[in-house]
């Protein structure tokens, strides 16, 4: 097989690879999207990594929590600053730190204290650090505190002890965040051993739907030179119009009418399901018909014939020319074990994932570009020679 051919051959079976990939990954996504998969995996995870029963309840009750959940339905993604806030309002770490800053309470302001220095050495007092910062940005008190009416010692010790606990506070957001991202990195690789199983399941049910043999389409792009051709044409131009396509944003507010997404939002879905992007249950519906329609305008005649299920033995021809399926088990023939591996390499290559197969493709497509185009012509070397002569500096 000459080069060019084989590189073709390839490209076209890499295209189907990607098409499949992007129907599994649109169903998985959908069927996710519906059972909530990744709030209930986030949120388990959350839970683990909080304990405690009542701090969990306060947590998920939290409105940087709460206001993420939309319909009931757990959300799928968390800010690390929200979780760090949410955590530590729910545990009132900040109400007890201030008393292991402040060990040494400010000195009794005198009787004729104004009432702004009053409420500020109350809340310093009470180990209320939520109402000092308020009270300290307070222009008033910040005009008081720096007059000649408060002494020096009182004013060093309530700037120093405010600001103490602003710093201890800002630390300990900093290390929640810190612990919160490793636990999700966690959560996401778990999850996405999740999704590659998936994947090549769906993949498996889908090969077995659609007959995508891997052998049987690499002998048709091989021996058919015209479904070849055509099939490397359409895998070039959805290449560049993915390629043109911004994803559409990750943390996009749930779909919850879940109507398929069309026009520009549906190149959007592709392009993000592609990219590895999560989708929602519109953009899911939108890429499982994008990529069906894909497939079904090859000319590689994927399904199941009559003469294919004679041959591997599940299915008989009676003598009227009707075929009627053999009853379980069937009476296998030899042909069902080259079909068997053609399936189950296409489901091993669907759960590789979009992203790779559509990775695979751009790398394919820059190789067959890196050569000569057939209506090229040859150029020239003298003619080369004179146009490099005439743009040469003097």
């Not at 405690?52 to 929590?65: S, Y």
């Not at 009432?115 to 307070?138: G, R, T, Y």
């Not at 720096?146 to 020096?152: C, D, L, T």
């Not at 329609?293 to 033995?313: K, P, R, V």
Request: glycine content about 6%.
């Amino acid at each position: 097989m000459p080069g060019l051919k084989l590189i073709e051959v390839i490209l076209g079976l890499v295209f189907v690879y990607l098409l499949l990939s992007l129907l599994c990954t649109a169903i998985n996504e959908y069927v996710s999207g519906i059972l909530n998969k990744r709030g209930r995996a986030l949120f388990k995870a959350v839970d683990q990594l909080i304990g405690d029963p009542d701090v969990q309840a306060a947590f998920r009750r939290h409105p940087l929590i709460s206001t993420l959940c939309q319909s009931k339905r757990l959300p799928s993604y968390i800010p690390a600053q929200n979780f760090a806030l949410a955590l530590l309002g729910s545990t009132d770490y900040t109400e007890t730190r201030l008393g292991a800053t402040s060990s040494s309470p400010p000195e009794s302001p005198p009787v004729s204290t104004p009432p702004k220095l009053e409420q500020l050495f109350d809340a310093l007092m009470q180990e209320s650090p939520a109402q000092v910062s308020p009270l300290v940005s307070d222009p008033a008190v910040a005009s008081l505190l720096g007059s000649a009416a408060v002494p020096e010692s009182v004013r060093t010790t309530v700037t120093g002890a405010v600001a103490g606990v602003e710093r201890d506070v800002q630390k300990l957001q900093n290390a929640v965040e810190v612990w919160f991202n490793n636990a999700m990195d966690r959560v996401s690789g778990t999850y996405k051993r999740y999704t590659q199983i998936a994947l090549l399941l769906i993949g498996l049910v889908v090969s077995i739907l659609l007959n995508a043999d891997t052998l049987h389409i690499w002998q048709t792009l091989s021996t058919n030179d015209q479904a070849r051709e055509a099939l490397v044409q359409r895998a070039i131009a959805f290449n560049a119009a993915a390629r043109d396509t911004t994803p559409g944003d990750t943390t996009a507010a749930a779909d919850t009418t879940c109507a398929a997404a069309t026009g520009e939002a549906a190149a959007r879905a592709v392009a993000k399901a592609a990219a590895g992007q999560r989708l929602t249950c519109g953009e899911a519906l939108a890429v499982v018909k994008i990529s069906k329609a894909q497939l079904d305008s090859t000319q590689l005649a994927l399904g199941w014939t009559d003469a294919e299920l004679e041959t591997i033995g599940v299915a008989t021809q009676g003598a009227d020319g009707k075929l009627s399926p053999v009853p379980w088990p069937w009476k296998w023939t030899r042909a069902i074990w080259p079909k068997l591996l053609g399936l189950l390499l296409t489901a091993i290559a669907i759960s590789l994932g979009a992203p790779f197969w559509f990775d695979m493709l751009n790398k394919i497509i820059n190789i067959r570009a890196a050569g000569r185009a057939p209506d090229e012509r040859p150029k020239n070397p003298e003619a080369r020679g004179k146009r490099l002569a005439e743009v040469a500096p003097k």
